[in-house]
């Protein structure tokens, strides 16, 4: 018994896995830090590369969360984002509590 996905150039395509070009992979890394250090101003530099904030720290982000003029647009979008789906979302399952509770009392027995 075999399955019509089996026949699918789709799906064959798919699912023909090949294992990663581990040396290209390694020279775009490797190109990708050199670029991001020259543009940084070298060893040590502050100066800012366009687009990329760095690594992630949680230090930053709580630095950047107490100062929010430091932020990128990206950043405050995400982050304002997150808090209205939060928001979104424990609205949602308070009004799930609410509906589910309103239903035929049953009494109790003692």
Same mark, same amino acid.
């Given at each position: 018994?075999?399955?019509?996905? #089996?026949?699918? @150039? $789709? !799906? ?10 581990? @040396? +290209?992979?390694?020279?775009?890394? &490797?190109? #990708? ?14 100066? +800012?590369? =366009?687009?990329?904030?760095? @690594?992630? #720290? ?9 100062? @929010? ?14 808090? $209205? ?5 424990? =609205?949602? !399952? ?10 035929? &009392? #049953? +009494?109790? !027995? !003692?």
């Amino acid at each position: 018994l075999v399955s019509s996905e #089996t026949f699918d @150039p $789709a !799906v064959l395509e798919a699912a023909d896995f090949q294992e990663p070009n581990w @040396p +290209k992979r390694a020279l775009l890394l &490797k190109e #990708t830090q050199e670029a991001l250090k020259n543009s940084k101003g070298g060893k040590g530099g502050k100066g +800012k590369a =366009a687009g990329a904030d760095g @690594p992630f #720290t949680i230090g930053g982000f709580f630095e950047k969360l107490l100062h @929010p003029e430091q932020m990128s647009r990206g950043e405050l979008n995400f982050l304002l984002s997150g808090f $209205a789906l939060g928001f979104l979302g424990c =609205a949602m !399952v308070n009004v799930v509590v609410i509906v589910a509770g309103s239903g035929k &009392k #049953t +009494k109790k !027995v !003692v």
